[in-house]
Antibody, heavy 125, light 107 residues
Framework: QVQLVQSGAEVKKPGSSVQVSCKASGNTFRNYVINWVRQAPGQGLEWMGEIVPGVGTRNYAPKFQGRVTITADESTNTAYMGLSSLRSDDTAVYYCARGGSIRGLLITRRGFDPWGQGTLVTVSS | AIQMTQSPSSLSASVGDRVTITCRAS??????LAWYQQKTGKAPKLLIYAVSTLQSGVPSRFSGSGSGTDFTLTISSLQPEDFGTYYC?????????FGQGTKVEVK
């Protein structure tokens, strides 16, 4: 059973950057897309972007393009999400989630499962 | 971006009731539609993918249907543990998008 374990809560100043990590158990890290989704307090789910480990392909939501960087380290089965120029409205719980399975050039999409436990990022002066 | 619109935004139902949540996409999304359940303070849980395929371990009282732009999540007999917020999501075209959520309260 794959598990995704995220790094701990962060408190950041406006204008700074944050990096959240997501470590996957098991040996299938490079076989699945890793997504990042955030949820502001009392709000819905917002997809930020994804990475295809091994290939390094990234896709970002236009809203975050230029501010978000998603990377993956296959040697440690860990994905990272960096967000820069933080604002107060970036205060949210950030989740990683495993997405489509990868076979060669084909990605089979079957929803996001499992999810990490979430990381609260608070942006406050 | 494809907009996903859920209705209702919230509902209250009794144990044993049949509950239906709808999700409408702003354009055709083939069968690239998933449903999630989220409880307060927890990560979302995948219930259904590809419109109607039940994720492993999910009770059979949950089912999904629909095509094109209109989709439905049905709980055939609501149980006390089914409270929470339900989201639909499309993976047809980037950026992936979620519905705004439907909060289910058990009377």
């Amino acid at each position: 059973q794959v598990q995704l374990v995220q790094s701990g809560a962060e408190v950041k100043k406006p204008g700074s950057s944050v990096q959240v990590s997501c470590k996957a158990s098991g040996n299938t890290f490079r076989n699945y897309v890793i997504n990042w989704v955030r949820q502001a307090p009392g709000q819905g789910l917002e997809w930020m972007g994804e990475i295809v480990p091994g290939v390094g392909t990234r896709n970002y939501a236009p809203k975050f393009q230029g501010r978000v960087t998603i990377t993956a380290d296959e040697s440690t089965n860990t994905a990272y999400m960096g967000l820069s120029s933080l604002r107060s409205d970036d205060t949210a719980v950030y989740y990683c989630a495993r997405g489509g399975s990868i076979r060669g050039l084909l990605i089979t999409r079957r929803g996001f499962d499992p999810w990490g436990q979430g990381t609260l990022v608070t942006v406050s002066s | 971006a494809i907009q996903m619109t859920q209705s209702p935004s919230s509902l209250s139902a009794s144990v044993g009731d049949r509950v239906t949540i709808t999700c409408r996409a702003s354009q055709v999304i083939r069968n690239d539609l998933a449903w999630y359940q989220q409880k307060t303070g927890k990560a979302p849980k995948l219930l259904i993918y590809a419109v109607s395929t039940l994720q492993s371990g999910v009770p059979s009282r949950f089912s999904g249907s629909g095509s094109g732009t209109d989709f439905t999540l049905t709980i055939s007999s609501l149980q006390p543990e089914d409270f929470g917020t339900y989201y639909c999501q499309q993976e047809y075209d980037y950026p992936w998008t979620f519905g705004q959520g439907t909060k289910v309260e058990v009377k």
